[in-house]
């Protein structure tokens, strides 16, 4: 009767568990899908429009033809904006010349955009959603992870942390690769966790090919391969057969990438010259980006006032203390999946922090980049959460709904340098009036700003003091009003905006009437004083 008993007991559990991961799916879903179009694109999501869409050439060469000439071609917004729509003639091969001249980036995920919209369209909501997407598939190979190295209840807690992370949850509705490489990560973990179980050459191969996919997706994937070779060549050492196996794998997914690789490097790409990664000294502000940048995995909130950071720092402490006990008891009962997880988060930190100390590097301070250290996270934090709710139901679960309504509100966060709201300020003051644009000559300004003012307002690429100067004398016979645009990047504000542009008196007839700073780009308005 006992054993009758344990046979109609297991498919009930299964289904259970089936039906709790269909809800934590539909949970992460929800989460991802809130506000998916009430946020403005940004700066980076614009790259990723003209460059998938074909156009990453052409505008590096419209950009470049800018700054060379003594007289800028009048143009309106809507003929920058053709720049980030589909085009028939392009093709995935002008995608890839593009990222090879204009982008620090390797092209995978701007090969899979480009198809997407050319099924789908490019409007925001497409853009967006195959993030979601990536992002949802990463809950359940969460739950996959946490089942291979632990349990069942674990792994319930991995895909549900992962599902309402703030972090995981912002980084699911970006148009940029980042959701991808959660995604990819976690297959080439959850096939090298099958293959150091059960030696199978099925697993090898799948492991070497989403290897190749991340170092085509992110270069820093790297740091995540490296996380796996010292983990697996340490722990498995003695097992001879299946180290041979593995670095074969790992060899193939090197010859995978190389082409991309030869190509760079005949192009002549130099790392250190990415200004937005490098420049950043202080080593103080490294270590302490490193306490903030895990706190972020579980909250985000640009709400400020004492009781909302009263409540972070009580989830944090509260976290702090399962996690203490849970990863101690991993230490305990599962000693080769703590030396996984523990890998696969301090690892990639360990390589953005020795960066950052080397070249005076602003890694740390770049939310997105605590991707890589994310993916050793969520075993973690998953099976400290599920160690948590076994001693203390309530607690752990106020820190879960805690966790959720941060998500809830991320949605509303903008990334970074956002035009929708200061375009619609421009929009509505240029009614009636023949209007300028006048932005600094970048790539992510200029198409930033096409994308949401109105057809009718000219946009006017300037880059120095002398062709301001020249833009203003020439717009006293054509308009009513100028508006010079600002965008402040966080990590450094001087990244995209250039000091001449912060003039206040432009000369001329036209005055300073009026000034805004929305989602962090400013604006200053100057009217012709005749008016």
Same mark, same amino acid.
């Given at each position: 009767?006992?054993?009758?008993?344990?046979?109609?007991?297991?498919?009930?559990?299964?289904?259970?568990?089936?039906?709790?991961?269909?809800?934590?799916?539909?949970?992460?879903?929800?989460?991802?899908?809130?506000?998916?179009?009430?946020?403005?694109?940004?700066?980076?999501?614009?790259?990723?429009?003209?460059?998938?869409?074909?156009?990453?050439?052409?505008?590096?060469?419209?950009?470049?033809?800018?700054?060379?000439?003594?007289?800028?071609?009048?143009?309106?917004?809507?003929?920058?904006?053709?720049?980030?729509?589909?085009?028939?003639?392009?093709?995935? +091969?002008?995608?890839?010349?593009?990222?090879?001249?204009?982008?620090?980036?390797?092209?995978? @995920?701007?090969?899979?955009?480009?198809?997407?919209?050319?099924?789908?369209?490019?409007?925001?909501?497409?853009?967006?959603? #195959?993030?979601?997407?990536?992002?949802?598939?990463?809950? #359940?190979?969460?739950?996959?992870?946490?089942?291979?190295?632990?349990?069942?209840?674990?792994?319930?807690?991995?895909?549900?942390?992962?599902?309402? %992370?703030?972090?995981? &949850?912002?980084?699911?509705?970006?148009?940029?690769?980042?959701?991808? *490489?959660?995604?990819?990560?976690?297959?080439?973990?959850?096939?090298?966790?099958?293959?150091?179980?059960?030696?199978?050459?099925?697993?090898?191969?799948?492991?070497?090919?989403?290897?190749?996919?991340?170092?085509?997706?992110? @270069?820093?994937?790297?740091?995540?391969?490296?996380?796996?070779?010292?983990?697996?060549?340490?722990?498995?050492?003695?097992?001879? &057969?299946? &180290?041979? +196996?593995?670095?074969?794998?790992?060899?193939?997914?090197?010859?995978?990438?190389?082409?991309?690789?030869?190509?760079?490097?005949?192009?002549?790409?130099?790392?250190?010259?990415?200004?937005?990664?490098?420049?950043?000294?202080?080593?103080?502000?490294?270590?302490? %980006? *490193?306490?903030?940048?895990?706190?972020?995995?579980?909250?985000?909130?640009?709400?400020?006032?004492?009781?909302?950071?009263? /409540?972070? /720092?009580?989830?944090?402490?509260?976290?702090?203390?399962?996690?203490?006990?849970?990863?101690?008891?991993?230490?305990?009962?599962?000693?080769?999946?703590?030396?996984?997880?523990?890998?696969?988060?301090?690892?990639?930190?360990?390589?953005?922090? /020795?960066?950052?100390?080397?070249?005076?590097?602003?890694?740390?301070?770049?939310?997105?980049?605590?991707?890589?250290?994310?993916?050793?996270?969520?075993?973690?934090?998953?099976?400290?959460?599920?160690?948590?709710?076994?001693? $203390?139901?309530?607690?752990?679960?106020?820190?879960?709904?805690?966790? /959720? #309504?941060?998500?809830?509100? !991320?949605?509303?966060?903008?990334?970074?340098?956002?035009?929708?709201?200061?375009?619609?300020?421009?929009?509505?003051?240029?009614?009636?009036?023949?209007?300028?644009?006048?932005?600094?000559?970048?790539?992510? !300004?200029?198409?930033?700003?096409? @994308?949401?003012?109105?057809?009718?307002? @000219?946009?006017?690429?300037?880059?120095?003091?002398?062709?301001?100067?020249?833009?203003?004398?020439?717009?006293?016979?054509?308009?009513?009003?100028? #508006?010079?645009?600002?965008?402040?990047?966080?990590? $450094?504000?001087?990244?995209?905006?250039?000091?001449?542009?912060?003039?206040?008196? *432009?000369?001329?007839?036209?005055?300073?009437?009026?000034?805004?700073?929305?989602?962090?780009?400013?604006?200053?308005?100057?009217?012709?004083?005749?008016?």
């Amino acid at each position: 009767m006992k054993v009758l008993w344990q046979w109609v007991k297991a498919p009930v559990n299964k289904m259970r568990f089936s039906f709790i991961l269909l809800f934590i799916l539909a949970l992460g879903l929800a989460l991802r899908m809130n506000n998916l179009s009430g946020r403005s694109l940004w700066t980076d999501e614009f790259f990723t429009l003209f460059l998938s869409s074909g156009h990453g050439v052409d505008v590096v060469k419209l950009v470049d033809g800018f700054s060379k000439r003594e007289t800028i071609p009048l143009l309106k917004s809507e003929d920058f904006r053709l720049f980030l729509e589909n085009d028939s003639t392009k093709h995935i +091969k002008d995608v890839t010349i593009g990222l090879l001249d204009t982008d620090t980036h390797p092209p995978l @995920y701007s090969w899979i955009i480009y198809i997407w919209m050319k099924l789908f369209g490019n409007g925001l909501f497409v853009l967006r959603f #195959f993030s979601v997407l990536m992002g949802v598939f990463a809950i #359940f190979l969460a739950y996959r992870i946490g089942e291979r190295l632990f349990n069942q209840g674990s792994a319930v807690f991995c895909a549900l942390f992962t599902a309402v %992370s703030a972090f995981s &949850v912002r980084y699911s509705q970006e148009a940029r690769s980042y959701s991808l *490489i959660m995604a990819i990560g976690l297959l080439s973990s959850l096939f090298l966790l099958k293959l150091e179980k059960d030696n199978k050459n099925q697993d090898a191969f799948w492991f070497a090919i989403f290897s190749a996919l991340g170092l085509y997706t992110h @270069y820093f994937y790297a740091f995540v391969a490296i996380a796996h070779f010292l983990y697996f060549s340490l722990v498995h050492r003695r097992e001879s &057969v299946m &180290v041979r +196996k593995f670095y074969l794998a790992v060899l193939s997914s090197l010859l995978l990438f190389s082409p991309w690789l030869i190509l760079v490097t005949l192009k002549g790409y130099n790392f250190v010259n990415a200004e937005w990664i490098f420049g950043y000294p202080g080593l103080i502000v490294k270590v302490g %980006s *490193i306490f903030s940048g895990i706190g972020r995995y579980m909250f985000i909130s640009e709400q400020p006032g004492f009781l909302v950071r009263i /409540l972070l /720092l009580a989830g944090m402490v509260f976290f702090a203390y399962i996690a203490f006990n849970g990863i101690r008891e991993i230490f305990i009962k599962y000693r080769r999946q703590f030396w996984f997880c523990l890998a696969m988060f301090s690892l990639p930190l360990s390589f953005m922090f /020795l960066l950052d100390i080397l070249q005076h590097g602003a890694l740390l301070r770049q939310e997105r980049f605590w991707m890589f250290s994310f993916l050793g996270f969520i075993p973690l934090a998953g099976y400290s959460l599920n160690f948590g709710f076994s001693r $203390n139901r309530i607690s752990t679960g106020l820190f879960i709904l805690f966790m /959720l #309504f941060s998500s809830l509100f !991320v949605s509303r966060v903008q990334f970074g340098p956002a035009p929708k709201n200061s375009c619609g300020w421009i929009n509505a003051k240029s009614r009636g009036k023949a209007s300028a644009v006048i932005a600094c000559n970048m790539r992510g !300004v200029l198409f930033a700003q096409s @994308y949401y003012l109105d057809n009718d307002i @000219y946009l006017l690429p300037v880059s120095g003091s002398r062709q301001l100067a020249d833009m203003v004398k020439m717009s006293a016979s054509w308009f009513d009003k100028l #508006f010079i645009v600002r965008h402040y990047y966080r990590t $450094n504000n001087s990244l995209i905006n250039e000091p001449f542009m912060e003039v206040k008196d *432009i000369g001329g007839d036209f005055k300073l009437t009026g000034e805004i700073n929305l989602d962090e780009i400013a604006v200053s308005e100057f009217s012709r004083s005749t008016l």
